[in-house]
């Protein structure tokens, strides 16, 4: 047994290198066989498909290395403010953290939020500037930066001294001082031995009765529900009884089938806890993250784990289009039903209740990336769905409505300030700062309503040709504010049924971009691009040219048509409108209107 322990949180924005670090701990740390898949792999904690391809993590995981007699339990959390309920409910589980900021960007704004979090909870703090090899890179203006951030949000003096490590995370480089030269031969060592020095073990009570907050849930198919959480309180063995307790009020009892600890990437199975460790319980089917488990003559439980409310809501319902069940499997009100009940119980930032308003369910959730990864993962298990314009969530305080507003900070080549400034005067927001570095680079800080920011992102990543970096976080709640409106033209609609012809496309293209090629199954009511200008337009993609002659019938062929734009699935939650939907199914999105028959949503829109 180890006769050390520690346990560290990795929090970081996006990209600035968290997983990659992990990657170089795990590797250098003898956690793998030299002949292990993992050794030439990257991005190993980042399992989850989508995490792989966007290059992000999502799901809150930890891992453990042995360094000499000291075992580290390394909690990988996400580093995107949309998943920031994992960050709030597993930090808990550490003594410290590691701040990775990045050696050219700096801290952003999810970089401060996440350090507030740790600083919340009395952790220390390892800051770790990496990319120091960058051709931009400027470690001595970031440390300076992060020295401010430290003072704006240190709870007491003592949390304003942090020690700084360097890094090449990805040739798993490190350096307690700046180096002069980062092609020195060095590894990982200098920040191991940091993390020993500074990070604390954990406070434990091992002859106190046994208790154990759940922060996290599990599954496979042969154990079936892993209930995870810190041992601070007694020792556990398997086989014994426990109870499970929301706050004071007992919900259960249950046998301890298994118990076990983590070994790099898995989990091996141990007959008892070690005080201070992260343990994984089989054998009850009911745990929920913020439960206490407990030995049966404990009366009281750890508080629940209280995080932010969601601001962004989405009503999804089956697929209810002509072309439903084609692609996939068809998704009933109970298969979604059991699917949110399933996701509930890990995302806690995650709420859902069936629609007051019609049909289906309205899904509450962090932001716009929250939601729309879990509509592609249900996407992607095969479901065919419907999904609605994003809405935010208003709250009543008083009998007074409110909304939240966002920070929204802006870097963009100075070439496209004009763009910003234009874009953020017709979503109404308040410009806080602005300024242009040396490099051309000018940074911008808004106020704006998370209402009058929905569909920004979309729209600033075309109009900068991609070259905005963007990133906002919740700042308060306000009084219901004014909205720009709609900031879209009108789109394309299609009035019949059939298979779209290059023939009947070349005029339409005239009106605007189509999202569409040719050949492609459209039915009446579906969105086929976007008009050159206001108001709906109703077409016929699908006309045919009547052939008289063979030199007629092959008059298609010379026919150029412009290359159809593609939407992304989050680029299709920005785009649509209140009267628009996003068909969603396993290998096909489409956007329609709700009401399909063109008479009939005439009728409607004159009401």
Not at 32 to 56: C, K, P, V, W, Y
Not at 71 to 96: C, Q, W, Y
Request: with cysteine; net charge negative.
């Amino acid at each position: 047994m180890s006769t050390s322990l520690r346990n560290i949180a990795i929090i970081a924005h996006v990209d600035h290198g968290k997983t990659t670090l992990v990657d170089a701990l795990l590797k250098q740390t003898n956690t793998f066989r030299h002949n292990q898949a993992e050794m030439t792999q990257t991005t190993i904690l980042d399992s989850n498909d989508l995490e792989r391809e966007r290059g992000i993590t999502i799901l809150a995981k930890n891992t453990a290395v042995q360094y000499g007699d000291t075992k580290i339990n390394i909690i990988d959390t996400p580093g995107h403010a949309d998943f920031s309920g994992e960050v709030e409910r597993v930090i808990s589980l550490a003594d410290g953290a590691l701040l990775i900021v990045d050696a050219a960007e700096g801290p952003l704004p999810q970089t401060r939020f996440v350090l507030e979090q740790a600083l919340k909870q009395g952790h220390k703090v390892i800051v770790v500037i990496n990319k120091i090899d960058r051709q931009d890179a400027e470690p001595v203006r970031v440390l300076h930066e992060i020295e401010e951030l430290f003072l704006n949000l240190a709870a007491d003096d003592s949390q304003l001294e942090f020690p700084v490590v360097y890094a090449v995370a990805r040739e798993g480089k490190t350096w307690k001082q700046l180096p002069a030269d980062f092609t020195e031969d060095v590894d990982i060592s200098a920040l191991v031995e940091v993390i020993i020095e500074t990070i604390p073990e954990p406070k434990v009570y091992p002859n106190e009765p046994f208790k154990m907050l759940v922060s996290n849930i599990d599954f496979d198919a042969y154990k079936g529900q892993y209930a995870i959480g810190r041992v601070n309180y007694g020792i556990l063995k398997s086989g014994q009884r426990l109870q499970q307790l929301w706050g004071n009020e007992k919900k259960g009892e249950f046998t301890v089938q298994a118990l076990f600890t983590s070994q790099g990437l898995g989990r091996v199975p141990i007959t008892e806890s070690m005080p201070g460790d992260i343990i994984s319980i089989t054998g009850s089917t009911t745990a929920e993250i913020g439960q206490t488990m407990a030995v049966l003559e404990v009366t009281e439980g750890f508080p629940p784990i209280t995080i932010t409310e969601p601001t962004l809501s989405i009503v999804i319902n089956s697929n209810t289009s002509p072309f439903g069940g084609q692609d996939g499997k068809f998704a009933t009100a109970r298969q979604l039903e059991d699917r949110f009940n399933r996701e509930v119980k890990t995302n806690i930032g995650l709420k859902f209740t069936t629609n007051p308003n019609g049909l289906g369910f309205l899904v509450s959730g962090r932001g716009e990336l929250h939601l729309s990864i879990l509509v592609e993962n249900m996407r992607r298990e095969g479901l065919e769905l419907e999904v609605g314009k994003p809405q935010v969530i208003l709250r009543n305080e008083g009998g007074v409505i409110t909304e939240p507003m966002e920070e929204l900070v802006v870097e963009v080549p100075q070439e496209f300030m004009g763009v910003i400034v234009e874009e953020m005067g017709k979503r109404l927001g308040q410009m806080q700062e602005s300024s242009t570095n040396d490099k051309g680079i000018s940074r911008m800080v808004y106020h704006i309503t998370s209402r009058n920011l929905l569909g920004f992102r979309s729209q600033i990543l075309t109009k900068t040709r991609g070259n905005g970096l963007f990133n906002s976080h919740l700042v308060k709640f306000v009084p219901q504010q004014p909205t720009s409106g709609q900031l879209r033209n009108g789109v394309l609609v299609s009035s019949h049924r059939g298979q779209t012809s290059a023939y009947a496309l070349e005029p339409v293209q005239k009106h605007g971009q189509t999202f569409i090629g040719v050949g492609i199954d459209v039915y009446e009511g579906m969105i086929i691009g976007i008009r050159n200008q206001q108001g709906d337009l109703d077409v016929n993609p699908t006309k045919l040219k009547k052939s008289t002659n063979v030199r007629a019938a092959s008059a298609d062929m010379g026919i150029q048509l412009a290359p159809p734009v593609e939407l992304s699935l989050e680029q299709c939650l920005d785009f649509i409108e209140a009267d628009e939907l996003v068909e969603v199914a396993p290998t096909m999105l489409r956007l329609r209107k709700k009401i399909l028959n063109v008479d009939l949503r005439v009728k409607a829109n004159r009401k």
